[in-house]
């Protein structure tokens, strides 16, 4: 896939930011200002590690190893992080109360939420986070407590910038993601917490340069919503992944240029490539019908049907329109899972 720098308000180099030990941007939250037990809390949030293939279709982009965070979610050792840090993993490693190493399995990774669950293969002495059924109150301006693994060192008091549709270029669409400020600088799978329950909001899944919204420069991250997660809880156990039809997957990356939606990047041996999409491709329509930014276009892909659904792109490439037909693809299939469920 063609590099790529920037899309859609995310830095795709900064996917998976370095996990430190320095001062955060921010006023670190106090255990006298909440109800509830603000350190236990905390704890809930651990480290995770994973080791992917070099053979792995993610990882000339996310790499072979990644780190991040995961949230105890079950006293039974499942942990709730952002899929990207396990798709394709074959080795994941989480830790426990006193910080020893402690081995995890895959158990289920949606690409529509983007949530990822592990299990720990056992107890981590620690009580876990409950999920909120309180975040469609959540609101522009409100306070919000952000947390990485680290306890009180890499907590942070922080607020709602916006709740908002988010399109990503990996053929990814939220309807009312959350934003936050200001940016903490180990977002990937950390948890975004109610500071009036110590219940979980979300889970963090990028930096964003306008949270805010609009042209207003104001750096921040991006939540994936956890009421997003409850329907599928038991699929992605059980299955791992939601019994739902799939939608369709082109494997391509775009992004909005200049008023067009340019293709970035396809996936090797994709079904975008090996229809002939290529990067640097201008998409007009889909199924004859006029596309008008990212959002709009994935919609009309997924309004054709489920996955090995043919659809037309009409394209523009150079000064030559051409027009396209691509049997998508079950982006679940392309990628190597380890089957452990």
């Given at each position: 896939?063609?590099?790529?720098?920037?899309?859609?308000?995310?830095r795709?180099s900064?996917?998976?930011p370095?996990?430190g030990?320095?001062p955060?941007?921010a006023?670190?939250p106090?255990?006298k200002?909440?109800?509830f037990?603000?350190?236990?809390v905390?704890?809930?949030?651990?480290p995770?590690?994973s080791a992917?293939p070099?053979?792995g279709?993610t990882?000339?982009?996310?790499g072979?190893?990644?780190?991040?965070n995961a949230v105890l979610i079950?006293?039974d050792?499942l942990l709730?992080?952002?899929g990207?840090?396990?798709?394709?993993a074959?080795?994941?490693i989480v830790?426990?109360r006193?910080?020893?190493p402690v081995?995890?399995?895959?158990?289920?990774y949606?690409h529509?939420?983007?949530?990822?669950?592990v299990r720990?293969?056992?107890s981590?002495d620690?009580?876990?986070l409950t999920?909120?059924?309180?975040v469609?109150s959540l609101e522009t301006?409100?306070?919000?407590?952000i947390a990485a693994?680290g306890?009180?060192d890499?907590?942070m008091?922080?607020?709602?910038?916006a709740r908002?549709?988010f399109?990503?270029?990996?053929e990814y669409?939220?309807n009312?993601?959350i934003?936050t400020?200001?940016?903490?600088p180990h977002?990937?799978g950390a948890?975004?917490?109610?500071p009036q329950?110590?219940?979980l909001f979300?889970t963090?899944?990028?930096?964003?340069?306008?949270?805010?919204?609009g042209?207003?420069?104001?750096p921040?991250?991006?939540?994936?919503?956890?009421?997003?997660?409850?329907?599928?809880?038991?699929?992605?156990?059980?299955?791992?992944?939601?019994?739902r039809?799939?939608?369709p997957?082109?494997?391509?990356h775009t992004?909005e240029?200049?008023?067009h939606?340019?293709?970035?990047g396809?996936?090797p041996?994709?079904?975008?490539?090996?229809a002939g999409?290529e990067p640097?491709?201008i998409?007009?329509r889909?199924?004859?019908r006029?596309?008008?930014?990212l959002?709009?276009l994935?919609?009309?892909?997924?309004s054709a049907g489920?996955?090995?659904?043919?659809i037309r792109?009409?394209?523009?490439?150079?000064?030559?329109?051409?027009?396209?037909?691509?049997?998508?693809?079950d982006r679940h299939?392309y990628?190597k899972?380890?089957?452990q469920?």
């Amino acid at each position: 896939m063609s590099d790529i720098e920037r899309a859609n308000g995310h830095r795709v180099s900064g996917v998976l930011p370095s996990l430190g030990s320095g001062p955060l941007p921010a006023t670190r939250p106090h255990p006298k200002d909440y109800s509830f037990d603000l350190s236990a809390v905390l704890d809930a949030v651990r480290p995770i590690r994973s080791a992917v293939p070099a053979d792995g279709h993610t990882a000339a982009t996310l790499g072979t190893e990644r780190e991040g965070n995961a949230v105890l979610i079950d006293s039974d050792g499942l942990l709730l992080t952002i899929g990207y840090l396990i798709v394709e993993a074959t080795d994941v490693i989480v830790s426990d109360r006193k910080g020893m190493p402690v081995p995890a399995q895959v158990v289920g990774y949606d690409h529509e939420t983007g949530f990822g669950l592990v299990r720990a293969a056992r107890s981590l002495d620690i009580e876990p986070l409950t999920i909120s059924t309180d975040v469609a109150s959540l609101e522009t301006g409100d306070e919000i407590v952000i947390a990485a693994q680290g306890g009180l060192d890499q907590a942070m008091r922080g607020r709602v910038a916006a709740r908002r549709e988010f399109a990503g270029s990996w053929e990814y669409l939220l309807n009312a993601a959350i934003f936050t400020v200001p940016l903490h600088p180990h977002w990937s799978g950390a948890a975004l917490i109610d500071p009036q329950t110590g219940h979980l909001f979300g889970t963090g899944s990028l930096f964003v340069q306008e949270a805010l919204g609009g042209d207003e420069q104001a750096p921040g991250n991006m939540f994936v919503p956890i009421d997003l997660l409850t329907p599928i809880l038991d699929d992605l156990i059980t299955l791992g992944r939601p019994a739902r039809k799939p939608r369709p997957w082109l494997g391509m990356h775009t992004t909005e240029a200049m008023g067009h939606l340019l293709v970035a990047g396809v996936h090797p041996d994709g079904p975008a490539e090996n229809a002939g999409v290529e990067p640097g491709d201008i998409i007009q329509r889909v199924d004859g019908r006029q596309v008008r930014g990212l959002s709009d276009l994935y919609r009309k892909m997924w309004s054709a049907g489920e996955s090995g659904t043919e659809i037309r792109l009409a394209i523009v490439r150079g000064m030559e329109a051409l027009e396209i037909v691509v049997r998508s693809g079950d982006r679940h299939r392309y990628l190597k899972l380890p089957q452990q469920h």
